[in-house]
């Protein structure tokens, strides 16, 4: 029997059938992206069934219960005097060390930041999406080149799933926009919370290059710290989280990400092939190293699977730091850091700029790790 589809703000949604002859995903894709309205345009809509675009593959729909899920501990690290005082700043950087090392991810608490610009900073991402549908529309668009990208999954066209999730991005370095072509009620936060984050993560570059047995300039001087971009996800309530999923397994095309997190939860990282859940702490950030900081580290520090389970309770607001230049023009080539190397250890990768590496992750899309594209073959070190 046929099973009709419905239409929500000129989107055509097919729902599943077992002969699934109505779905044809790149048109409902295009359908959707063409609604300029995102996930919440759906919410507001008053859907009780998720389009068929948002399901998980079928050999992912299980992944919870693959493995299971394991209780691990998130080290939770303190700045706290780290600049004043020797002693906090060698145990500082010794657990920060092991956190790269095995789990690639950790919260740091007492950084800086006032719990005060948190709040703001979480409540401008959510008026953003929650502004009215032909205001938030203005700002759609899949053009990395202006001030304030808004669009539902960077990757809607290259990906397997399409994630529960909008989002929208603004570049804070090296090449931050005219504050004016911000919107007015959050182009003074999105300004300051860009300066506060550079700053901690500036810091964290410092005990990072120290966890290495560098200079504490280091991976500052490089360049690592270069290029900040924030991107401010919003998952909406979804009526049938366990067929979709927030943000799908990926691991960061960047050097470091530092992430604030609302208090819903969802956040996970796959450890020893279970997942594991990343709590929110409150006033904290959660740190986790990028793929770009393995492949300089050759491997030392680990960029750590991870996702954003979809929920029925939200909307659950983040925001990433991603310290990365991404898709700008650039000549500098990364490579495993040479200091690093030796005939024992070897350089597993090859050399790369940040652009190339960053075009490679967005044509692959999530769940596809790009850094094994740039593994050297075993020839290659003969």
């Given at each position: 029997?046929?099973?009709?589809?419905?239409?929500?703000?000129?989107?055509?949604?097919?729902?599943?059938?077992?002969?699934?002859?109505?779905?044809?995903?790149?048109?409902?894709?295009?359908?959707?992206?063409?609604?300029?309205?995102?996930?919440?345009?759906?919410i507001d809509a008053g859907i009780s069934?998720?389009?068929?675009?948002?399901?998980?593959?079928?050999?992912?729909?299980?992944?919870?219960?693959?493995?299971?899920?394991?209780?691990?501990?998130?080290?939770?690290?303190?700045?706290?005097?780290?600049?004043?005082?020797?002693?906090?700043?060698?145990?500082?950087?010794?657990?920060?060390?092991?956190?790269?090392?095995?789990?690639?991810?950790?919260?740091?608490?007492?950084?800086?930041?006032?719990?005060?610009?948190?709040?703001?900073?979480?409540?401008?991402?959510?008026?953003?999406?929650?502004?009215?549908?032909?205001?938030?529309?203005?700002?759609?668009?899949?053009?990395?080149?202006?001030?304030?990208?808004?669009?539902?999954?960077?990757?809607?066209?290259?990906?397997?799933?399409?994630?529960?999730?909008?989002?929208?991005?603004?570049?804070?370095?090296?090449?931050?926009?005219?504050?004016?072509?911000?919107?007015?009620?959050?182009?003074?936060?999105?300004?300051?919370?860009?300066?506060?984050?550079?700053?901690i993560g500036k810091l964290l570059l410092?005990?990072?290059?120290?966890?290495?047995?560098?200079?504490?300039?280091?991976?500052?001087?490089?360049?690592?710290?270069?290029?900040?971009?924030?991107?401010?996800?919003?998952?909406?309530?979804?009526?049938?989280?366990?067929?979709?999923?927030?943000?799908?397994?990926?691991?960061?095309?960047?050097?470091?990400?530092?992430?604030?997190?609302?208090?819903?939860?969802?956040?996970?990282?796959?450890?020893?092939?279970?997942?594991?859940?990343?709590?929110?702490?409150?006033?904290?950030?959660?740190?986790?190293?990028?793929?770009?900081?393995?492949?300089?580290?050759?491997?030392?520090?680990?960029?750590?699977?991870?996702?954003?389970?979809?929920?029925?309770?939200?909307?659950?607001?983040?925001?990433?730091?991603?310290?990365?230049?991404?898709?700008?023009?650039?000549?500098?080539?990364?490579?495993?850091?040479?200091?690093?190397?030796?005939?024992?250890?070897?350089?597993?990768?090859?050399?790369?700029?940040?652009?190339?590496?960053?075009?490679?992750?967005?044509?692959?899309?999530?769940?596809?790790?790009?850094?094994?594209?740039?593994?050297?073959?075993?020839?290659?070190?003969?």
């Amino acid at each position: 029997m046929a099973v009709a589809a419905s239409e929500v703000n000129g989107l055509v949604l097919t729902p599943i059938s077992k002969a699934d002859g109505n779905f044809h995903r790149p048109t409902e894709l295009k359908a959707f992206d063409d609604t300029k309205a995102g996930v919440k345009g759906l919410i507001d809509a008053g859907i009780s069934e998720i389009p068929r675009i948002f399901y998980r593959p079928p050999d992912d729909d299980d992944s919870d219960n693959v493995s299971g899920r394991t209780q691990i501990h998130i080290p939770v690290i303190d700045l706290e005097h780290v600049n004043k005082n020797s002693l906090k700043r060698k145990y500082t950087v010794d657990r920060i060390r092991e956190a790269s090392e095995k789990l690639g991810f950790f919260q740091l608490i007492n950084h800086g930041m006032p719990a005060s610009v948190l709040e703001e900073m979480k409540d401008a991402v959510r008026e953003f999406h929650e502004q009215d549908t032909e205001v938030r529309k203005q700002f759609y668009a899949r053009d990395l080149t202006k001030p304030l990208i808004y669009n539902s999954n960077f990757d809607l066209y290259s990906a397997a799933t399409t994630n529960w999730r909008d989002t929208v991005g603004y570049i804070g370095a090296p090449n931050a926009p005219n504050p004016l072509d911000l919107p007015e009620f959050c182009r003074d936060i999105l300004v300051d919370y860009s300066k506060r984050v550079m700053e901690i993560g500036k810091l964290l570059l410092e005990l990072l290059s120290e966890a290495l047995g560098l200079n504490p300039n280091y991976l500052n001087d490089i360049g690592c710290s270069e290029g900040l971009a924030l991107v401010c996800h919003y998952y909406p309530p979804c009526p049938q989280p366990k067929l979709t999923i927030g943000t799908s397994e990926h691991t960061d095309n960047d050097f470091i990400t530092v992430l604030l997190q609302d208090h819903i939860g969802g956040l996970q990282i796959r450890h020893q092939n279970k997942w594991a859940d990343v709590p929110p702490v409150a006033g904290a950030l959660v740190v986790n190293v990028g793929d770009l900081m393995q492949l300089i580290t050759n491997d030392r520090f680990k960029s750590v699977k991870h996702r954003v389970l979809a929920n029925s309770e939200g909307p659950r607001i983040s925001v990433a730091g991603i310290f990365s230049t991404l898709s700008l023009p650039t000549s500098k080539l990364y490579g495993p850091i040479k200091e690093l190397l030796s005939e024992e250890n070897p350089a597993i990768y090859r050399e790369t700029t940040v652009r190339d590496f960053n075009i490679q992750f967005r044509s692959d899309g999530l769940g596809t790790s790009t850094l094994q594209r740039f593994k050297l073959s075993q020839a290659d070190n003969v």
